[in-house]
């Protein structure tokens, strides 16, 4: 934990702080501004989950956060260091691990532990200790199995449960996932949900998930809506759910629990925004 | 018929360990007019039934018949089969591949044999069938189109050449909510302007459950269910085939436990329907 003290009060640290960002894409025909003017900060143990439709700037504004893309405007700072800071860039990107979308594009090795190896090895970590992480990222993905076998023979969900494995061998705080479930099956997406969720409870890593499935979402203990470059909206799941201006607006859709929840509330018969499933079931019991 | 199936059967790395029998023993009849969807878990064989349909797979045992081109014959006709069957794979936008959208959307009817004008007015055509404007986009290149947009010059390069089947894997994965809803009635559209018979494979069972007339399961290459629906999505047994339910079915099985009864529905505006009639029921006793 990154607990420090200041002026006798104890707060939280920040992992991730991004001021006042922009990005824009130079081309030919000129530029054009992917992220404007972005805030937002990400604390230890968070759940976040970013939502946008296509081409909003959502895997810009990924990308920015551990400096993959540098900002055009503003600063993107990991525990205080700038990601323009070309010295300390691998120690950032240790700390804030990105996972993408397509399996097969992640694995650089034929072997499963010799790829979850490969980061710690470019950090500089000795053998011993490499062996101990290839171990406890694999344990933590419930992968331990396959550690000898090779990924091209994995599930997608599977690929990507090693593709986080690589990731958490690292040891960061905060990983960021750009729909990494949206090429995987029903069951492949649960498996990495799964992992994701227990990574966030048990070991108290940051989460940022960028997703087009909003049921995703509804377990989030913050959404950020964002809509041509800029975070138009933040709030909890019910915020954000319950603004059904703002989820039309911005191209999104209501889970539907809530679509169902909102046609009873129309009709004058609820008052609450329904969530899940369970919650519109027992609000409908409830009046019957 | 469209398509007739008889027993078919298909193995890999035969005589290896590796021998998989991707199909087995499948029998499959889809009628013109018919949209059918094909669901079953990932290895279960959807691909490869797929890939059977278009010969784009060497036939080893059982029979394929396709719009009356029988693919069990030492030499048949592929080139007419194709120009039959409109095959889209997964994430056909990678498929792209001229510098601008006319040539690519030309490059099918060009290739079955349509002298140029004929095959830019086919293009032309198949453009406006997918919503998109001809004059805006064909000299634009198709890497410059947005997601939604690139699926949808896809397709209309599949509808060029007038195909009387349309085949999908996958058709919305990866899209966002607005594009999944317009690529849903893109199909609805299509099935009632132009191609009839629709084959979707599919993971997403809302989609399925929204505009298919029938469901057929597959399981370690056999076929397990061919049934509707909505006879297919209220079995208690669908976890055995690692499948999940409709999220509106899901809604409706909770609700009956509770004791809550409702009928059978399948779709987010029939569920909406049924619960308001249900409530407003009770508010009248």
């Given at each position: 934990m990154h607990i420090f003290k200041k002026n006798g009060i104890i707060s939280i640290m920040k992992i991730l702080n991004a001021e006042n960002v922009s990005y824009a894409y130079k081309s030919e025909e000129g530029e054009t501004?992917?992220?404007?003017?972005v805030s937002l900060s990400i604390e230890q143990g968070e759940f976040v989950v970013l939502l946008g439709h296509n081409g909003c700037g959502k895997s810009t504004l990924a990308k920015l956060l551990n400096g993959l893309l540098l900002p055009t405007e503003g600063t993107v700072s990991v525990y205080g260091t700038p990601t323009t800071d070309p010295k300390k860039i691998y120690e950032i990107r240790s700390k804030v691990g990105m996972v993408f979308q397509?399996?097969?594009?992640?694995?650089?090795?034929?072997i499963i532990e010799d790829d979850i190896a490969f980061g710690p090895e470019n950090l500089g970590v000795n053998g011993e200790e490499i062996s101990r992480r290839v171990e406890e990222a694999l344990e933590a993905v419930g992968m331990?199995?396959?550690?000898?076998?090779?990924?091209?023979?994995?599930s997608g969900g599977q690929k990507q449960r090693i593709a986080i494995a690589s990731v958490l061998a690292m040891h960061p705080d905060v990983l960021i996932l750009?729909?990494?479930?949206?090429?995987?099956d029903p069951c492949g997406r649960q498996e990495v949900l799964d992992t994701v969720r227990h990574l966030n409870r048990e070991k108290n890593m940051a989460v940022l998930l960028i997703t087009?499935?909003?049921?995703?979402?509804?377990?989030?203990d913050r959404i950020l809506v964002m809509e041509q470059g800029e975070i138009v909206r933040m709030g909890s799941p019910k915020e954000i759910f319950g603004d059904i201006n703002l989820i039309k607006e911005c191209k999104l859709e209501l889970p539907i629990s809530c679509k169902i929840g909102y046609a009873l509330s129309q009709n004058g018969f609820l008052t609450d925004t329904c969530l899940t499933d369970e919650e519109l079931v027992e609000a409908v019991c409830r009046l019957s | 018929m469209s398509i007739v199936i008889k027993n078919l059967s298909c193995k890999y790395g035969?005589?290896?360990?590796?021998?998989?029998?991707?199909?087995?023993?499948i029998d499959l009849t889809v009628r013109e007019g018919e949209s059918v969807g094909i669901i079953g878990a990932t290895g279960s064989g959807k691909s490869t039934l797929l890939q059977h349909i278009n010969a784009l797979i060497k036939l080893q045992s059982g029979s394929v018949e396709v719009c009356g081109i029988d693919?069990?014959?030492?030499?048949?006709?592929l080139k007419r089969l194709r120009k039959h069957i409109g095959m889209l794979f997964q994430y056909?936008?990678?498929?792209?591949?001229?510098?601008t959208v006319r040539e690519d959307v030309m490059f099918g009817p060009k290739n079955f044999g349509m002298k140029n004008e004929e095959a830019e007015d086919a293009a032309r055509t198949a453009i406006g069938l997918v919503g998109m404007d001809w004059e805006e986009v064909?000299?634009?290149?198709?890497?410059?189109?947005s997601g939604g947009q690139k699926r949808r010059v896809a397709i209309a390069g599949v509808l060029a050449y007038k195909p009387d089947i349309l085949v999908l894997d996958?058709?919305?994965?990866?899209?966002?909510p607005a594009g999944k809803k317009e690529m849903l009635d893109l199909i609805t559209s299509l099935r009632q302007k132009t191609v009839s018979t629709v084959l979707t494979v599919s993971h997403n069972m809302d989609e399925i459950a929204a505009y298919c007339d029938r469901v057929v399961v597959l399981a370690d290459g056999k076929k397990v269910f061919d049934t509707t629906p909505q006879e297919l999505f209220y079995r208690d047994d669908l976890e055995n085939f690692r499948l999940q339910k409709p999220h509106v079915v899901h809604i409706v099985e909770l609700l009956a436990q509770k004791g809550v009864v409702l009928p059978h529905v399948l779709t987010e505006e029939a569920l909406e329907d049924a619960l308001l009639t249900y409530l407003r029921e009770r508010r009248g006793k």
């Amino acid at each position: 934990m990154h607990i420090f003290k200041k002026n006798g009060i104890i707060s939280i640290m920040k992992i991730l702080n991004a001021e006042n960002v922009s990005y824009a894409y130079k081309s030919e025909e000129g530029e054009t501004l992917a992220v404007r003017n972005v805030s937002l900060s990400i604390e230890q143990g968070e759940f976040v989950v970013l939502l946008g439709h296509n081409g909003c700037g959502k895997s810009t504004l990924a990308k920015l956060l551990n400096g993959l893309l540098l900002p055009t405007e503003g600063t993107v700072s990991v525990y205080g260091t700038p990601t323009t800071d070309p010295k300390k860039i691998y120690e950032i990107r240790s700390k804030v691990g990105m996972v993408f979308q397509n399996p097969d594009n992640q694995t650089v090795a034929s072997i499963i532990e010799d790829d979850i190896a490969f980061g710690p090895e470019n950090l500089g970590v000795n053998g011993e200790e490499i062996s101990r992480r290839v171990e406890e990222a694999l344990e933590a993905v419930g992968m331990l199995a396959y550690r000898k076998g090779t990924p091209f023979k994995l599930s997608g969900g599977q690929k990507q449960r090693i593709a986080i494995a690589s990731v958490l061998a690292m040891h960061p705080d905060v990983l960021i996932l750009d729909e990494s479930t949206a090429m995987l099956d029903p069951c492949g997406r649960q498996e990495v949900l799964d992992t994701v969720r227990h990574l966030n409870r048990e070991k108290n890593m940051a989460v940022l998930l960028i997703t087009h499935y909003m049921d995703e979402a509804l377990s989030a203990d913050r959404i950020l809506v964002m809509e041509q470059g800029e975070i138009v909206r933040m709030g909890s799941p019910k915020e954000i759910f319950g603004d059904i201006n703002l989820i039309k607006e911005c191209k999104l859709e209501l889970p539907i629990s809530c679509k169902i929840g909102y046609a009873l509330s129309q009709n004058g018969f609820l008052t609450d925004t329904c969530l899940t499933d369970e919650e519109l079931v027992e609000a409908v019991c409830r009046l019957s | 018929m469209s398509i007739v199936i008889k027993n078919l059967s298909c193995k890999y790395g035969a005589k290896t360990p590796f021998e998989k029998l991707a199909l087995d023993g499948i029998d499959l009849t889809v009628r013109e007019g018919e949209s059918v969807g094909i669901i079953g878990a990932t290895g279960s064989g959807k691909s490869t039934l797929l890939q059977h349909i278009n010969a784009l797979i060497k036939l080893q045992s059982g029979s394929v018949e396709v719009c009356g081109i029988d693919l069990t014959e030492r030499k048949p006709d592929l080139k007419r089969l194709r120009k039959h069957i409109g095959m889209l794979f997964q994430y056909p936008e990678y498929q792209l591949f001229a510098e601008t959208v006319r040539e690519d959307v030309m490059f099918g009817p060009k290739n079955f044999g349509m002298k140029n004008e004929e095959a830019e007015d086919a293009a032309r055509t198949a453009i406006g069938l997918v919503g998109m404007d001809w004059e805006e986009v064909k000299e634009r290149s198709p890497l410059e189109l947005s997601g939604g947009q690139k699926r949808r010059v896809a397709i209309a390069g599949v509808l060029a050449y007038k195909p009387d089947i349309l085949v999908l894997d996958e058709p919305t994965a990866g899209l966002d909510p607005a594009g999944k809803k317009e690529m849903l009635d893109l199909i609805t559209s299509l099935r009632q302007k132009t191609v009839s018979t629709v084959l979707t494979v599919s993971h997403n069972m809302d989609e399925i459950a929204a505009y298919c007339d029938r469901v057929v399961v597959l399981a370690d290459g056999k076929k397990v269910f061919d049934t509707t629906p909505q006879e297919l999505f209220y079995r208690d047994d669908l976890e055995n085939f690692r499948l999940q339910k409709p999220h509106v079915v899901h809604i409706v099985e909770l609700l009956a436990q509770k004791g809550v009864v409702l009928p059978h529905v399948l779709t987010e505006e029939a569920l909406e329907d049924a619960l308001l009639t249900y409530l407003r029921e009770r508010r009248g006793k």
